[in-house]
């Protein structure tokens, strides 16, 4: 049997063409729908129509707005790097189109002829590159930062970076436990470990993990801090327009679709059907194209997801998303891991049924839930007996019975003051009557 990697090997440079050029072109549109539809479904959960003007259903909003932003004014700031200012849009926005390429859209098909996989290459370490992109993007986040030449930006790019990282490390983890159920790091090889049964039913921690790093790292609501424009203005790309902006726009709902298609390439079975339809014809639907539209069909799933966040959810503090990160994922990734690598060498060694595995992990992850939502920060309880009144985290707060001071007695003029007390004040002018003349 012809395995993925020989087939895209034998692929001419027509057709290798005609791929990339397909991926840029699905990217760029799939940015273009995205944001079209993420305003009118926040308009419809917010009870108002959105955009509908521009073409049928307002489908061409999204067209008109890039069009604007092309022909806009392209300033740079007196202080700026000139060269890494420029360079910096272009760090962010090509890794993440380039990230796509290990994404396996479908099996093997024909394309004028020529048979091959839907999916530009395939390497033994998809997932590395994949996180590789993702580290590289972070660059051109601090770089657009750090060359505006000034302290807004910076800050944000700061607080980006540190986001970005963060999650990412999480992410990381998460990604184990799937390579050791598949056995490789490659992109169509954790798809065809999948043909019996979807790793959302069997790793559901490390789904769970993946979906809120996913957030996380591509900056969205609730986790847009760096954006935040109560605080830092717009973040790292403050001092960006025209194109230069449209690239980190661009970068930014790429970087959401590739998420969102490798969840469901690593815990949705990637692009084989779902289990109803999966039975019928004994897997016809699992060949061809067919797979195309589930592929799509769970992308969209998780695009969905985003913009159902964003308008349910409000903007969490960085304390506790800094604590979210690294005092719960991490730990909890590691944990995971662990019990996972417990469990497989027990099925291995067949000392144990698999119902008692299944009694034990229960039982863990009750124990885990106790020890992290009812264990108090020792911390805060050390200073609350000070006398400060303190937020979870530490941070101090307002008291919850604050009263309002009276406000102070007004001042009253002093002839008002005279006038209520009856005594009279004599005026300047009979002053002047009674001094002798000659006298100041």
Request: contains cysteine; hydrophobic residues 50%.
């Amino acid at each position: 049997m012809t395995t993925t990697a020989e087939l895209l090997a034998d692929d001419p440079l027509w057709l290798i063409l005609l791929k990339v050029v397909g991926i840029f072109a699905f990217l760029v549109l799939m940015t273009l729908f995205s944001i079209w539809a993420e305003r009118r479904v926040l308009g419809r959960m917010q009870h108002r129509p959105g955009p509908n003007r521009a073409g049928p259903f307002g489908l061409l909003q999204s067209l008109a707005d890039g069009l604007k932003l092309a022909f806009k004014e392209d300033i740079r700031p007196v202080l700026a790097d000139k060269w890494v200012y420029f360079l910096a849009p272009v760090i962010a926005a090509a890794p993440a189109m380039v990230s796509f390429s290990v994404i396996p859209v479908g099996p093997e098909v024909t394309i004028f002829g020529e048979r091959t996989a839907l999916q530009l290459v395939e390497l033994p370490v998809g997932l590395l590159v994949v996180l590789a992109c993702a580290s590289i993007g972070v660059y051109g986040i601090v770089l657009a930062g750090w060359s505006s030449g000034s302290p807004y930006p910076l800050l944000g790019s700061l607080r980006s970076a540190a986001q970005v990282i963060s999650y990412e490390i999480a992410m990381g983890l998460s990604f184990v436990a799937v390579i050791m159920y598949a056995g490789t790091l490659s992109t169509a090889g954790i798809v065809d470990a999948q043909e019996n049964g979807w790793f959302v039913f069997l790793l559901p921690l490390s789904f769970l993990v993946y979906l809120v790093s996913m957030v996380g790292e591509t900056n969205r609501a609730p986790f847009d801090l760096p954006e935040a424009e109560s605080e830092l203005v717009g973040g790292f790309h403050t001092e960006y327009s025209s194109l230069k902006f449209a690239l980190f726009f661009l970068a930014e709902y790429i970087n959401m679709v590739n998420v969102s298609a490798l969840a469901t390439t690593l815990f949705l079975g990637g692009w084989h059907a779902p289990w109803p339809l999966s039975l019928i014809g004994d897997g016809v639907l699992n060949t061809g194209w067919w797979p195309v539209l589930w592929f799509f069909g769970k992308t969209l799933a998780f695009l969905f997801f985003f913009v159902w966040l964003r308008g349910s959810l409000p903007r969490l503090r960085y304390d506790q998303f800094m604590n979210l990160g690294w005092k719960v994922l991490v730990p909890l990734s590691l944990l995971w891991i662990l019990v996972v690598t417990v469990i497989r060498a027990l099925r291995t060694s067949e000392a144990v049924t698999t119902t008692q595995l299944l009694i034990g992990v229960a039982v863990l992850i009750g124990v885990l839930l106790l020890a992290t939502f009812l264990i108090p920060e020792r911390g805060g309880s050390e200073k609350k007996e000070e006398g400060a009144p303190l937020s979870g985290s530490g941070y101090p707060v307002p008291p919850l019975d604050l009263q309002v001071p009276e406000p102070p007695p007004r001042r009253t003029p002093a002839r008002t003051a005279a006038a209520r007390q009856d005594v009279e004040i004599p005026r300047q002018g009979a002053q002047d009557e009674e001094a002798p003349h000659g006298t100041v």
